[in-house]
């Protein structure tokens, strides 16, 4: 039995135009919602496929306002046993006090009896952007940790984890405890089912306060990348550009059969 | 003095790393190179000629299988013996994993991702946030200052003046904890899992303008007429329209066609990352405005379920004909 | 495509179901130079209908909905983009199997085949639904799926081919230009656009929830809010997998849960009228590129939706967890409400600006034509007067109003919503000068465009011991809900003492200046060209004859006019007025509503009682019926109106606001030694008028009703031009289709022993439950039901085919699914108390 413990945020979708809040501190998802990045999104399906293998229990762990109640329930709908909340303003928090706020709830979690051999984050949130969460918190805790893998397999207290590096497929096999980050691309994400939501609904999450002050991000503000000149030849417009499509296709060689 | 972790392949420096360095020198000092593992001659001479004034080097067996804990005991190696304030590398997996280790292991913040820096003391950097979407401007306040460099952040420039690039080995001291987490085996690149996207030709590529699960039918015909393959964004595959491993994107393939062909795709950022290599792009959009159109070679404005129907007939025509 | 041109006959802004059926009636009717705009791409510029659910359940307890909802459907299906699937609606509850009896009533009432099934018959065509979760439902055979954008494609498309449409997408507007003329109105002249500006004379706001930001533009409100409504997708479900095509089940709308579930292909679809009202305003719905899927497709809020998942889980256990099905598609849609519920169709107080919004898919072809119609021949075939933007008080322009409204409302979109239900939210808007008085009175007010109306006072209550039986008491809560026995209590006193009636809601404007007479007399049916102190009563006609209002006006001087009209519609009247106007520069119309409260005084002793107040000349010789005069009453001029809609001796008197209470108080406290009580609109709107066989616009009166029909034609018709003038003098010509005609119940007992009452809409059937219909293809139904106590009767009013238009004819009226049998005591406007209107002088 493994107990994983998957760590997400809520982040704004930004799958469409970025806008910015007023105060240029965050990303503004009121019209596009929030969600839990891609990366995390894998490792709670991870995180389901390890506890679902062997028995283990999942717990869902997030860093933010009462609204990230959401991700978690989410999480929670799609294979997760149980859901931690520090609840805490996410913007206020750089990576390393985000590493500082998981590895708290680590140590009294662990303390209380419930250990968390494995924890899956991911690879970087698609926010903030910041590449370190994962390494930073291993430090806390003195674990190892691989970063940046899409598949996670446990067997005999050894974590196997694989994913692309610049030579190859690569492969790390490493005791636990251990931290892993995911990248997404090595599994697929499950929908949540109509019973799995409602199973969700009922699971009574663990609220937490911030363990210490923040230090914070450093951030200074954020901004909107200047528009890129366009160079773009319009072929036309409706149906009536398709010869000058099939004129381009030619020009190009792709067409040739 | 700025010190820069360079990565090495078999075409010597990497092209990211080359940037970083360029980077690197506009900072003002000079500039040290740290490299883990092989070094040939060719290597040593771009350094040079990158302006690179001595190569803290670092071999052994430690550093036979990658480890991310180990080589950030290589960097920080170099560190001492560079006496750097400042610490680059490049954004790739390998130097965000390994400049995180540093960062953690030195108790300094690290900047991703960034496109440019102003001032010292503090350092004020912009780095992309949001997969490139948007910008933030951060303080860099410690010493020394960790901050990886985004790819085309600059355009790699040899310096002005070679530098000596005197190669010097370093002396690391590994530890067993390092070395828990490391490469245990690597075998041949992962098999395309994406139908031959990635090595694609031609890819047609479809977005939330397809409308539903169903209206896929013309742009799988267009893809079969040109011999392409399909690729499409996150939205399609979040609405469960088509299966995940075609979509193009930060997070999904990142293609690099002669021609693409986006219909209905408004060229949100995520997916630019994964097509911007793309030879030539033609774009079909109903808005003239999206940003997939006005990064686009050509562009046809129109709902792609008429445009593509019309293509697919004229292609048709002139076979037949 | 094409750019957008310099000049248009007409703009169309939007091209979502109503944009695009606008276009297509507009060239269809003969409109040239028609430009069609919408700031997103085609064919799904997205808007709510790209997001719409496109189900359709035809029977509404509005005849005008349902109407629109039948040519919709009609239209779809010429367009051959409808597909039938029946449709249920579920009752979890008693209360709901008596809300679906009532449903049914409308049914027989609108036509439309519909019955009540157990849930053995739900299973047998939902086989997936489980029956221990409900009692009962409502079987529609007739409901059906649309495929709302390729009917829009084909409309457009339709009006394209006739070269008459040049559609522009991807251009926004970004302003509306007016001009004013000589008689102070605004007129449209100019939209412009991200593209350019187009000028033109008449320009349509068909943009659904984008319609508030866009009428701001050129001043006008047109008051409706985004609001979601979630939606959910789930599989691929096995059952549904294995059969072809988009919808092979009935669509189930679970009514006690506020949910529906409609099946949608391989998923089901399960949306939600549950949760909290979630509102929006227009400027805060995000661009194309900021919105994930579409602007009207918002983030879905899961926390939201939770309970209803349950409920439905509950309904179809089997199906919805199936094994591999999942969510995959959920979202938080934006819809059109008002704060009546009602569209918002026509031309709004900026001349040549139309307004077509607040929409819905099943109404959506019907409001096109309607629409179309109206702007081609100043009126629809289908009477839209309940949806009229004119109808708007300045109170309801508020988007706060809006909001407040809709927020209590949405829940009740599935709700039982008894037919005098009052709103709760944003009331008291509007408070006569004798409202603290009326408080103390014990008053239980109703709502009447934003003023606080007394429908009854309990300080009355002590009459119910004197009247005893007479009141006609109610045994039924339904029947009663919403009701007092005092009403009946308050109109015996007045018919045997007097009654004074607070009418401070009644909209009154002056018409001044050297047009005023031309302006009303084009405007009026009656001779308006009457000497100076004369009181008119007249009907209002839109150009086929159909009635726009019923309304009095006095003749105060040779140029000066004032018209007193009801509140409900007198917003719609002022503009009929203001369109007449003769564009000389110098006559105007004032609204004079927040200047002049009106008191009514009526009954036997209403004389006695006023001239004990005055010195004026108040008798029959003195002041005589249909005049009009000033007098003092206790040293306050006051605007006496000698007319009356209880059948009684008296007058309405038009006081200035600051001396109305005062006014109020004097004529109560002179009336107590007479017996005179205050009188709520209970009597003045029902139980008086009806027994007077007085009608009322908005229940007997209506856009799709004649003068003849309604038995309301005079010996002459006046020679001076009205609007409706030619359709008026042809209808004389012709033999009536419909009769309105007044009935009394025989017999109220029903099955379970009670005594039941009817409220109104309900079918009047032959004897043994046979349907009639009438010369227009109409099957009879309720207009207005109530007691009326003076002569012991429950009275109702309903339109008959005329060879069933017979006094003493016996016929039968179904209410809650029984018969109850009823006899025509009167086929014309003869009333039936006091045919002789001896009691009026």
């Known amino acids: 039995m493994t107990n994983v413990l998957v760590c997400v945020k809520r982040v704004p979708d930004s799958t469409s135009e970025v806008v910015l809040t007023d105060d240029g501190q965050a990303v503004d998802g009121r019209y596009a919602g929030f969600t839990t990045s891609a990366h995390e999104e894998c490792a709670v399906e991870l995180a389901a496929q390890v506890t679902g293998a062997d028995g283990g229990e999942a717990t869902v762990l997030t860093l933010g306002d009462d609204d990230a109640v959401e991700q978690l329930r989410s999480s929670l709908a799609v294979g997760c046993h149980a859901a931690t909340h520090v609840v805490a303003e996410a913007h206020r928090f750089g990576p390393a006090d985000v590493a500082r706020e998981i590895a708290a709830v680590v140590r009294e979690h662990e303390a209380a009896g419930r250990s968390h051999d494995l924890i899956l984050l991911g690879n970087d949130a698609a926010d903030s952007g910041d590449f370190q969460v994962g390494i930073r918190l291993a430090y806390e805790l003195g674990r190892p940790v691989v970063n940046g893998v899409n598949q996670v397999s446990v067997a005999d207290g050894v974590v196997t984890a694989q994913g692309a590096g610049p030579e190859g497929h690569e492969t790390y096999r490493v005791p636990l405890p251990a931290v892993v980050t995911v990248l997404e691309g090595g599994v697929e994400p499950r929908y949540p089912s109509v019973q799995g939501r409602m199973k969700a609904k009922k699971v009574a999450i663990e609220q937490r306060t911030p363990a210490t002050e923040p230090a914070g991000p450093d951030r200074v503000r954020l901004l909107l990348p200047p528009p890129a000149p366009s160079d773009v030849q319009i072929l036309g417009k409706g149906a009536d550009a398709a010869p000058a499509v099939v004129d381009v296709l030619e020009k190009l060689g792709v067409l040739s059969r | 003095m700025t010190l820069v972790l360079v990565e090495i392949d078999a075409g010597g420096v990497i092209e990211v790393s080359r940037e970083t360095l360029t980077f690197a020198r506009s900072l003002g000092d000079l500039v040290d190179a740290v490299v883990v593992g092989d070094l040939g001659d060719a290597a040593r001479d771009q350094l040079a000629s990158y302006g690179v004034r001595t190569v803290h080097h670092a071999t052994g067996e430690a550093f036979d299988a990658y480890a991310g804990a180990a080589w950030a005991a290589a960097v920080q190696a170099g560190l001492r013996a560079s006496g750097a304030t400042h610490l680059l590398a490049a954004g790739t997996p390998r130097g965000m994993e390994v400049l995180a280790h540093v960062a953690a292991r030195e108790d300094v913040p690290m900047a991703a991702n960034v496109l440019s820096a102003e001032g010292s003391d503090p350092i004020v950097v912009t780095r992309q946030v949001v997969g490139g979407a948007a910008l933030e401007e951060m303080r860099l306040a410690q010493s020394p200052t960790v901050l990886t460099v985004a790819g085309h952040a600059v355009e790699p420039r040899p310096a002005d003046a070679p530098g000596a690039a005197d190669v010097v080995d370093l002396a690391v001291d590994v530890s067993e904890a390092d070395l828990v987490a490391r490469v245990v085996s690597t075998e041949e690149p992962e098999p395309d899992l994406s139908g031959g996207l990635r090595s694609a030709r031609v890819v047609v590529g479809a977005g939330r303008g397809a409308g539903s699960a169903d209206g896929f039918g013309e742009l799988l015909e267009l893809t079969e007429l040109l011999d392409a393959s399909l690729g499409v964004s996150r939205v399609v595959t979040s609405l469960g329209w088509r299966p995940h491993h075609e979509q193009v994107g930060q997070t999904g393939s990142r293609i690099s066609p002669d021609l693409y062909i986006p219909c209905g795709i408004s060229g949100a950022i995520q997916h630019w990352a994964g097509c911007s290599s793309a030879k030539n792009i033609l774009a079909i959009n109903t808005d003239p405005d999206a940003p997939m159109v006005t990064k686009a070679t050509y562009a046809v404005i129109g709902d792609l379920h008429e445009v593509v129907p019309a293509i697919n007939a004229e292609i048709r025509r002139r076979r037949a004909g | ?841």
């Not at chain 3, 294995?242 to 949910?259: A, L, Y």
């Open chain 3, 1 to 841: 495509m094409a750019t957008v041109p310099p000049t248009a006959r007409v703009v169309v802004i939007g091209a979502g179901i109503v944009g695009n059926s606008l276009v297509h009636h507009l060239a269809r009717l003969g409109w040239r130079d028609i430009v069609q705009i919408d700031k997103g791409p085609l064919p799904n510029p997205g808007g709510s209908t790209g997001h719409a659910s496109n189900f359709i359940f035809p029977v509404d307890h509005s005849r005008e909905i349902t109407d629109l909802t039948l040519d919709s459907v009609r239209q779809y299906k010429e367009m051959g983009v409808f597909t039938e699937s029946g449709g249920f609606e579920l009752a979890r509850t008693e209360a709901r199997m008596e809300e679906l009896r009532r449903r049914m009533s409308s049914a027989k009432a609108w036509g439309i085949e519909a019955h009540l099934v157990d849930p053995a018959f739900v299973k047998e065509k939902v086989p997936f639904i489980e029956t221990d979760q409900f009692i009962g439902a409502f079987w529609t055979p007739s409901v059906g799926v649309v495929d709302s954008l390729r009917a829009g494609t084909i409309m457009r498309e339709s009006a394209l081919e006739t070269g008459a449409l040049t559609v522009v997408p991807t251009v926004e507007v970004v302003g509306l230009d007016t001009e004013e003329d000589g008689a102070g109105r605004r007129r449209i002249t100019r939209v412009r656009t991200t593209d350019g500006d187009i000028e033109a004379e008449t320009v349509v706001i068909a943009c659904g929830v984008w319609s508030p930001k866009i009428g701001d533009m050129a001043g006008i409100s047109i008051p409706l809010t985004p609001a979601v409504h979630q939606m959910i997708s789930v599989g691929p479900c096995p059952q549904l997998a294995e059969q072809e095509g988009e919808i092979s089940f009935p669509i189930v709308r679970d009514m006690d849960t506020f949910c529906y579930e409609r099946q949608h292909g391989a998923d089901m679809e399960v949306g939600s009228y549950a949760h909290r009202a979630i509102l929006h305003e227009p400027e805060d719905i995000p661009s194309i590129e900021q919105a994930k899927l579409s602007p009207t497709e918002m983030p879905f809020t899961s926390d939201d939706f939770d309970p209803q998942l349950e409920q439905a889980y509950e309904l179809m256990p089997e199906l919805l967890g199936a094994d591999g099905a999942e969510m995959r598609y959920a979202i938080n849609g934006l819809l059109s409400l008002t704060c009546d519920g009602s569209p918002i169709l026509g031309e709004s107080e900026v001349r040549g600006l139309w307004t077509a919004a607040a929409v819905w898919i099943k109404e959506g072809p019907g409001v096109g034509r309607a629409v179309a119609e109206w702007m081609t021949h100043g009126h629809p075939e289908i009477d839209v007067n309940a949806s009229d933007v004119a109808r708007f008080h300045q109170h309801q322009k508020r988007r706060e109003h809006t909001r407040l409204r809709t927020t209590e409302a949405f829940i009740k979109t599935y709700g039982i919503i008894h037919p005098s239900e009052q709103y709760e939210s944003d009331r008291e808007q509007r408070l006569s000068p004798m409202h603290e008085s009326q408080k103390k009175l014990g008053a239980f007010f109703y709502e009447t465009a934003g003023w606080e109306r007394p429908h009854w006072y309990e300080s009355n209550a002590h009459l119910l011991e004197v009247y005893g039986d007479a009141v006609m008491p109610r045994e039924h809560e339904w029947d009663s809900r919403w009701w007092s026995p005092i009403i009946n209590a308050e109109h015996l006193r007045m018919r045997e003492a007097a009654g004074v009636i607070d009418l401070s809601a009644f909209c009154i404007f002056d018409i001044e200046g050297p047009g005023a007479l031309e302006s009303v007399q084009r405007t009026c049916v009656a001779q308006c060209d009457v000497a100076v102190g004369k009181v008119v009563y007249t009907p209002v006609l839109d150009a086929r004859g159909g009635f726009k209002s019923d309304l009095t006006v006095m003749r105060l001087g040779d140029d000066h006019f004032r018209v007193v009209t009801g509140g409900a519609h007198g917003m719609a009247d002022r503009k009929s007025f203001t369109d007449q106007l003769v564009d000389d520069g110098a006559t105007r119309l004032t609204d004079r509503t927040d200047e002049l409260s009106t008191i009514g005084l009526w009954g036997p002793r209403a004389r006695d009682i006023l001239a004990s107040l005055t010195s004026d000349d108040v008798s029959d010789a003195g002041f005589g019926f249909l005049t009009c005069r000033e007098v003092q009453v206790k040293g306050t001029p006051v605007l006496a109106s000698r007319i009356s809609y209880v059948g009684e001796l008296g007058w309405e008197l038009y006081v200035p606001m600051d001396a109305a209470a005062g006014v109020w108080e004097t004529l109560l406290e002179a009336g107590s030694s007479h017996g005179a009580v205050p009188v709520g609109i209970g009597v003045y709107g029902t139980t008086g008028r009806i027994e007077k066989g007085y009608r009322a616009f908005g229940f007997e009166l209506d856009g799709e009703r004649s003068i003849v029909e309604a038995g309301m034609q005079r010996p002459k018709v006046k020679t001076a031009d009205f609007v409706g003038r030619e359709a008026y003098l042809r209808q004389r010509e012709e033999a009536p289709r419909t009769v309105l005609c007044t009935m009394t119940v025989d017999d109220h007992t029903s099955a379970s022993g009670a005594k039941r009452y009817m409220l109104g809409g309900e079918p009047i059937l032959t004897r043994d439950g046979g349907t009639l219909t009438d010369g227009h293809g109409h099957h009879p139904y309720v207009t207005t039901a109530g007691s009326a106590p003076s002569l012991g009767k429950h009275v109702l009013m309903a339109y008959l085919p005329p060879d069933q238009a017979v006094i003493g004819n016996q016929l039968a009226v179904s209410y809650m699914e029984e018969l109850y049998p009823v006899t025509v005591g009167s086929v014309d406007a003869t009333p039936l108390l006091d045919p002789a209107n001896e009691r009026i002088r």
